[in-house]
């Protein structure tokens, strides 16, 4: 399977900065919020949050922020997203039990990729803070492609308030 | 918990460049390798492995390479380690049923901390690449200090060879 | 290790019945509730949610009635537990996104050993429920053991209500 | 979504027995095997594997037994399964690191439904044994059907041999 493959090169063309210059550990930097309960099994043998439970749920508040912003969109569009670059920063640990926040916004918006802020909240507490690179792709010849209009739209509303 | 916070502003002075030079796309490029099998439940509704398996088995990298280079030390030595940064890079779509290679090799040392460059493999096919910068802390304080001399030998010896 | 294996002939002597008379698919039968979150990677290839991830709530609903009972007693007597048999049957398919809710009840305590009654919720849908025996043993010796007093006096403020 | 519902009452009909009497502890009762491999991720604060990725085990048994035993059905006939009961007994801890053996039979084939016998063993270890309800339905009623001549002739090649 090609896919990716071609992307890694066009990539830093097509988004030359790819951290963002938000500050994601505060609350006020993002646009829209989803919440996760934390789970008996997300603990690590030393009793804090493993970080790979802690990347669940900045998924799942890139999947709320693709439910609320592009609901109605045809399925094929929503199809053509994949993660190219993820990168978290893990600033706090994380107990059991506890009902985190997490906020997402969109950071940067490039010809067939775009960068999403992210953070993990407990309470007034950051827990970790995200940049996610996801690239466009046409699902059948695995190469990427422009963002469709709607999904630029989609995302730009999901951009940062000025 | 004030853990990690106060390391946030020092951890750019202590590694000063975070993504290395080698090719983590190569398998020449690591030091000691482990494996996972890839599991049913690691699929997502596309039918890929979904990028949190993959970072299961970047985790198993490490934990192998504690396992095998830091044998012998003192439970607590091994205990002050955390992860401040986590980056990766994913290439390449992965299926149902495949067992795959993670190599891992240590790319910096730093005084508290240091940076592994890691590699998932399906056979030939590099599927992501990951540098992950952890740092060692005290367990009591929460504060970072500098590597034990028996930890920073175990790292040094997962180096490169020149 | 031996743990467990003693308790497999004796576990039928301690507890006569194992599925209990109530109906546990009635929000009715339950004495103690807590809630989870679906989360994305709950899905199957199917996009229903995983068995695995309904059997992840039940695990919370378990560890929220010893949270909520048993908070105050010696750390060393909750270590003190182990699922022995878990019996679940799933009533309906569960859908993203949702939030559960967990019933528990004891619905049996034997000399060694007893059986919590689970329920998982999407609103009124009854998702699946369970029949979970867990056996107290000495961490030591891998034996199982009599309930210390405190235990069975928080398992019974657990039991239906007559 | 009406799924399942109707078989609630009508599954005791179609097997009269759940439990095998087939010694599921012994590796000589299994007919088709496969492996996973133990992760970090697995394990529970108490440094032992959670009875939830031992179940990931079991369903890694039984997706090989379809695979191997079903390969070459049309697509649509392997989607109208849904596990109906998952009864698991855990006979013994499990450490990290480890390969275990997922041992599969299938124990009783009815009209609608049949039963898999599974075990999971580290070397001549066996950890825990499960008894597993699949019912066949067709997915576009949601109603149980009878089991198709390919399904159910796949499905006598893994009984035990006599």
């Known amino acids: 399977m090609m896919l990716f493959e071609s992307w890694t090169n066009s990539i ?3 988004l030359r900065e790819t951290m963002t210059e938000l500050e994601l550990t505060d609350r006020s930097a993002y646009i829209t919020w ?3 309960i934390v789970r008996y099994r997300d603990l690590d043998p030393n009793g804090h949050v493993n970080n790979g439970a802690i990347n669940q749920y900045f998924e799942d508040g890139r999947v709320h922020l693709r439910d609320e912003r592009m609901v109605g969109l045809d399925e094929n569009l929503l199809r053509g997203f994949a993660i190219k670059k993820f990168t978290a ?4 640990a994380l107990s059991y039990p506890a009902t985190v926040d997490i ?11 775009f960068v999403l802020g992210q953070g993990v909240f407990d309470g007034e507490r950051c827990i970790a803070t995200a940049d996610v690179i996801s690239v466009f792709f046409d699902a059948g010849t695995g ?18 308030k000025v």
Chains 1, 2, 3, 4 share one sequence.
């Open 143 to 160: 190469s990427s492609i422009s963002l469709p209009d709607p999904v630029r739209a989609a995302l730009e509303s999901a951009q940062p």
């Open 34 to 36: 989803t919440q996760d």
């Open 89 to 92: 920063i893990y600033h706090a």
């Open 103 to 113: 906020g997402s916004v969109v950071t940067r918006i490039g010809n067939s990729s």
């Open 12 to 14: 830093n063309l097509d």
